[in-house]
């Protein structure tokens, strides 16, 4: 009775999956509030319409085994893994234990889900019922997060049921999904359920009384009259005086198991302590404990049972938590020690470690080696979380302290590995207690350090990892050149807000403790190119950098140089070396993709997004922006602005400069001294593009001052061009004696074009004009297509100030063109003011069609033009064909086209 909006809201999701317009929806409220019904009435009319119906439920007792939700919802949909993609099937095979293989990222995993789903709904629509999502294990809940925000133009519809957390938080995965929350009753509807659960009168107060504390609350309305004599009910009965009504209906709960017999109050503990509900389970445990089945029809009478057959089924989920919290110690440790023995150690040896472990009394090393081994095969599933719970567990219970040290620090690197940042760091304070050899000493000062830097970026944290890389050099040489290495780009992300002369510190301990040698090693040319750097300088640090990055665009691929993929992109823009950037950001985005690494996925692409904007194609900058944004947005990863800001400086359109200022502020105040250099590159740009030279110096003058790694040589070519527009030449032609030195130690066409572009704006008389055209020769064998449009359009306006009109008009033509064509408005708008006063009026830009489309459909149309598949393409953006398909329809209709032959000639820019 009642809930008639709630139904509407939920069958609207039916309705719109039924059409292929896939949805969730997240239905939250107390327990006993009724989700568990919604969600049963949705499975009624779901199976009655044709869907095909699969579910799954949380327990609390689950959390720690990784992926056991999503097998439990997916298991039935198994028979369809042959038609996945193999990486997706093998990432699935793996994270359900069907087969052996590397452990697999969790998006994979996510996107293998949202694959098979859409296989199965292609056959007709699917319903996926998920209650008591909030017990979850981590790895599902993410998973099943990701899907949801994935699911599209699919016949999918998911309905999680979630109880309210006791601090009224809507946190954790699921946050952000469309919600319904579930309120009580209204007076009438708790009226009429009271009424019928109640059969005996009932005196006018007591009733108004009865309705008023359930607080509308059905499972309180039905089950805590229940106890209650019809006459009590008649003369006077009082509910408790407690304000939480969950907390009253457990505690119903509660007295009715307390008055059963002890043998059947030890068979539900059993029952409750076991999540699997498996009957047969149950039974052979009841027999390692001694008790008659009968016992079980004790429990079903007092309603705190619903059945015994195929599973074990309780009431409600209240029923599970308040017998299990009302057991003693001792009991609690029988009942798992009896499902513990009746466990198959060779079927389920992880179950069986957990009850074993819930079993001890005290410490005992045998379970917590047993624990150990289910941590490594979570850990091989991809489960860091449960291998994290596994690990902890046995930490509590290993009895030497050496040992338990060792595996309280194993367990800090996997926690922290796995996201929980606290936890690491209290296992890590467990780790320390105990005795450790200098390595692990060291091994918890590098973690220490690591957690830091996930947490705060802060000014702290590049002394940190210093002093735990220099502890580790005689310890362990490759693990301190790595946290040497970490130090170093520590420091690049506290920026401004580190700690003054830090680099030169990390730089001279590397150089004097890690001798490298003849190392040809990725990591160590790194590490020794940036360490003289800061040191020696920049020239002299030249050709071990180009070493790095030379070994580093030959590499395979390994994960463990994919590691440092960013940095050495920031290396190569310091190098002016832009064939460097673009095939590591390249190379960093397809190992991310083939991993299914959306952690990693995100940034990469913001890299090679940032390497486009200065090849001149912002229009497939913004495709992958608009990727990062859904991927972020799929992950609940926060989003990362930098390359946004160069995007919205080259761009140059209106409110580009309040987003750029306002982004400092925000960043001065978290203390993130990377994106405001990243914001000071991009004012440069921005302003020097506006005209706004005063502006423009003084950002470029923070980065040069700063002389940190990419932005010093980012900052020096557009301070030169700002203080000569701005009339202070000292300071151009100083920081152009600065830029020639470096370019002349880089000897990239992209280095050199940038040093002569800059001299030419300092020179006066036929030398400008030898080096406007040496830029722009240079610059034109470099993929910086952005700085050769400039170099054209700096040309054009000094061929108008020699009055060779003319001349200058092809150069302006030119300029205006390139950029028009690349999106670069402002300095577009530069080039038209220039070339009016030449006396030419600039050509419009012509529209094309492919304007009409959305930066994400515009990088679907870019990877179907070139002949890829429609699964091919789903598999690279983690969508399914069916999505792919949806905006292809919406593609064609915008580009009035009806096929991808069509779409291919089209040649999109």
Known sequence: MGRRAERETVEQVLVRARAGRSGALVVRGEAGIGKTALLDQAREAAASSGFRVESAVGVEAEAQFAFAGLHQLCGPLLGGLAALPDPQQAALGVAFGLRGGPAPDRFLVGLATLTLVAEVAEEGPLLCLIDDAQWLDEASAQVLAFVARRVSAERVALLFGVRDSGDGGAGGPLAGLPELRLEGLDAADALALLTAAVRAPLDGEVRDQVVAEARGNPLALLELPDNAQPAGLAGGFELPDVGNVPRRIEDEFRRRSAGLPAETQLLLLTAAADPTGETALLWRAAAHLGIDPEAAALAEHAGLLLQIDTRVRFRHPLVRSAVYQAATPPDKRRAHGALAEATDPRSDPDRRAWHRAQAVLGTDEDAAASLQDSADRARARGGLAAAAAFLQRAVKLTPDPATRAARALDAAHITHAAGSTEAASELLTVAASGPLDALQHARVELLRARIAFRLTRGSDV????????????????????????????????????????????IAVAAQEAVPLGTSSQPIDLLLDGLATRFTLGYEASVPSLERALEALRDDSGSHDNGRWLWLACHVGAMLWDDESIYLLASRAVRLAREAGALATLPASLNALGLVLVLTGELSRAAELFAEDTAITRATGAPPIPNARLNLAAWRGVPGAPEFLETTVAGATARGEGLTLSSADASLAYLHNGLGNYDKALAAASRLSELDELAHSSVALPELIEAAVRAGEPERAAAALDRLVSRACASGTPWALGMAARSRALVSTGPSAEDHYREAIERLGRSRMATHLARAHLVYGEWLRREGRRQDARDQLRT??????????????????????????????????????????????????????TSREVASQLFLSPRTIDAHLRSIFRKLGITSRRQLRELRLP
């Open 462 to 505: 590049p002394r940190m990892l210093l002093a735990a890389a220099n502890t580790l050099v005689p310890l362990d040489a490759a693990l301190a050149r790595e946290a040497y290495l970490e130090a170093i780009e520590a420091s690049f992300h506290a920026g401004r807000f580190a700690t003054a002369h830090t680099l030169h510190e």
């Open 815 to 868: 300029a205006h063109r390139l950029l028009s064509d690349m999106g670069a408005e402002a300095y577009a708008d530069r080039a038209a003011r220039e070339l009016r006063a030449t006396g030419e009026h600039p050509r419009r830009r012509t529209a094309q069609p492919t304007d009409a489309l959305t930066a994400h459909e515009a990088h679907i149309a870019r990877l179907v033009a070139t002949g890829a």
